[in-house]
């Protein structure tokens, strides 16, 4: 985790797997980093969104979603909302309204 940190990279993508025995008295655990969304906090996200009344509509695209809204402010306003949510993985936010 110490050279994850100074690369930048939250311990929150690291997925760690069950330990199991290596050679001799050694141990291994394999860590799988997550990237991108999955499915399913996708759609719990979508359905959050949705339901909080916000004048935006959202779209799953892969690995992302896409946020889209007329206001730059409802744009905001979603990103906040998102950012308040109970989401153990960290999450990226772009802004591409000017």
């Known amino acids: 985790q110490g050279h994850l940190s100074r690369r930048n990279i939250e311990s929150g993508v690291l997925d760690y797997k069950e330990p199991e025995k290596a050679a001799g008295q ?37 690995e992302e979603l896409r946020v889209s809204g007329k206001k730059r402010d409802d744009l905001q306003a979603a990103i906040q909302f998102v950012k308040g949510l109970k989401i153990e993985q960290p999450l990226q936010y772009e802004n591409f309204r000017d």
């Open 26 to 62: 050694s141990v291994r655990q394999k860590v799988l980093i997550r990237e991108g969304i999955d499915k399913d906090l996708a759609k719990r996200i979508v359905k959050d969104i949705k339901g909080s009344g916000l004048k935006v509509q959202v779209a799953i695209q892969g």
